[in-house]
């Protein structure tokens, strides 16, 4: 059983940054790709970016790329969101995943989920 815990939401200008940590306990945290994905209020969730287990390589959403970032240190069992020229169209609850199968977008795919955590961005 893995636990996964977001850290660093808030509220941001329009243009801003924010990184958001994701820290992992209770598995073998190299084992599992991780995703990030978003729920906007009264929409559904959706896929933001994916890392692979080693960290070489990721994939990101079509409205996320070029801004958002995510990496992860398996020796600190932590994955990282840096998301950067923020906009108010990304204001929602972002979610951390572990995922131990396909390298997948799917959130179904998604065997673990953090508790989220919430990002505002201002206009």
């Known amino acids: 059983q893995v636990q996964l815990v977001e850290s660093g939401g808030g509220l941001v200008q329009a243009g801003g940054s924010l990184r958001l940590s994701c820290a992992a306990s209770?598995?073998?945290?190299?084992?599992?790709?991780m995703g990030w994905f978003r729920q906007a209020p009264g929409k559904e969730l959706e896929f933001v970016a994916r890392?692979?287990?080693?960290?070489?390589?990721?994939y990101y959403a079509d409205s996320v790329k070029g801004r958002f970032t995510t990496s992860r240190d398996n020796s600190k069992n932590t994955v990282a969101l840096q998301m950067n020229s923020l906009k108010p169209e990304d204001t929602a609850v972002y979610y951390c995943?572990?995922?131990?199968?396909?390298?997948?977008?799917?959130?179904?795919?998604?065997?673990?989920w953090g508790q989220g955590t919430q990002v505002t961005v201002s206009s």
């Open positions: 995943a572990a995922c131990g199968g396909t390298f997948t977008t799917l959130p179904s795919e998604y065997n673990y």
């Open positions: 209770g598995g073998t945290f190299s084992n599992y790709a």
């Open positions: 890392i692979s287990r080693s960290g070489g390589s990721t």
